[in-house]
């Protein structure tokens, strides 16, 4: 699947007694500031529900790509699954 709207997402291994962590990378290049906050809090809603899937402690980090602006929720939905099967799949 190809991916328009995110890059560079990965997993790093923390303490297993933290909880999984993610942080979002929204630059200036995806759009305005309402832009770029609607695009940051459609990610967060989106990889809130896939939380119980990743790995204890670990940190992952999602960036944004400018196609993310106008991608539909369903495509950032589908985006984020497919990069989060390819980096659980790495990681494990």
Known sequence: M??????????VAGSPDDAARVGFVVSKAVGNAVVRNRV??????????????????SLTVVR??????TASYAELVADVDGALKRVL???R
């Open 2 to 11: 190809d991916q328009h709207s995110l890059s560079g997402s990965g997993v």
């Open 40 to 57: 940051h809090r459609r990610l967060r809603a989106v990889l809130a529900s896939r939380l119980p899937e990743l790995t204890t402690g």
């Open 64 to 69: 944004a790509l400018p196609a993310a602006a």
């Open 89 to 91: 799949v790495d990681s």
